[in-house]
């Protein structure tokens, strides 16, 4: 059956979606980064819905939802450090990979059985009014088939997910693009970037008022699907760094375009980083057409929303584990 569309501004929306949730189904929703596949994170069954939705391997952790930063609290043990991040990012982009409270009713499907939880309030309204109405915490993965880029628009979401999930709340394109920074933060003060984002490290460095240590401790590390060489990857091969770009390729601008592509959208061509990131995951599946023999991407500097931009394009050109018929 294909997933039913709740428009976010109509009435009956919420109450509906929260009856779904509660039934152990599965609901994508917009966030202010992308859209994610959401889940009731105290319902194993319901959170092992997600994995087999998505075809993502179970031993990857979920980010979990909430709507308020009390709600978050009764979730995790917040270091002084960790209650400092979520004030000054909550609501917001940036997630927090906390140590579990005892009495955590996560389920361990969505934690992967670590002993951590990675939480997350989102800034988003639509998703507000979600979390809100379904009273549980939401696990919640970006709403694409595992590997692929993420969805910054419903038609996204139904594109890769409409058969297998049950209903998408329609909220439009998400204003940021990226995903959420994540951070560790288990340690008394120890933070560790584990995956640059929306919450960029000048921001996070200037509240913590230090420079963040970067990548996992290895043996604290899950395997995730994110933090592999290859994911956010279109079908046809992404080249990076392009200064010049050949007349069977597709031009994935920055600034002023290159010339002679078959085909060119501009992230931005006022060299904007925040506009990038909006234009990024729709960009790349727009240009992924089998007409083309590989994505050229122009360079983009490492500065601001620029890491997280560059992370997925490195992953997206990425070598892939196998070739796809
Ligand atoms: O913006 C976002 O973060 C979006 C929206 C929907 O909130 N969500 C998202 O989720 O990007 P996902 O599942 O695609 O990425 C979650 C990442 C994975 O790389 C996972 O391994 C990591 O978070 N993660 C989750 N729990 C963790 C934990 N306890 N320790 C370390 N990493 C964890
Ligand atoms: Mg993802």
Known sequence: MTAFILKANSSGTYARAAAIIEQGGLVAFPTETVYGLGADATNAQAVARIYEAKGRPKFNPLIVHVATKADAEALAEFSPVAKRLASAFWPGALTLVLPRRKDCPIS???????????????????????????????????????????????????????????????????????????????????????????????????????????????????????????????????????????????????????????????????????????????????????????IAVMPVPMTGLGLAINDRLKRAAAPRPKEEA
Request: glycine fraction near 8%; aromatic fraction near 2%; hydrophobic fraction near 45%.
């Open 108 to 294: 361990d499907m969505a934690t992967a059985g670590l002993d951590t939880v990675a939480l997350r309030v989102p800034s988003e309204d639509v998703a507000h009014a979600f979390l809100k109405a379904a009273a549980t915490p939401i696990a919640a993965p970006s709403a694409n088939l595992s590997g692929h880029v993420s969805p910054t628009d419903a038609r996204h979401v139904m594109e890769d997910l409409g058969e297998r999930i049950d209903a998408i709340i329609d909220g439009g394109a998400t204003a940021l693009g990226v995903e959420s920074t994540i951070l560790s933060v288990t340690g008394e003060e120890e933070v560790r970037l584990l995956r640059p984002g929306g919450a960029t490290r000048e921001d996070i460095e200037a509240v913590l008022g230090h420079p963040i240590g970067t990548g996992p401790e290895k043996a604290a590390m899950p395997q995730s699907p994110g933090q592999l060489p290859s994911h956010y990857a279109p079908h046809i091969p992404v080249r990076l760094d392009a200064t010049s770009v050949s007349s069977d390729e597709a031009l994935l601008a920055f600034g002023r375009p290159l010339d002679g592509a078959a085909a060119m959208l501009n992230l931005s061509e006022a060299g904007d980083l925040n506009e990038a990131a909006t234009h990024l995951y729709a960009m790349l599946r727009a240009l992924d057409d089998r007409r083309f023999t590989a």
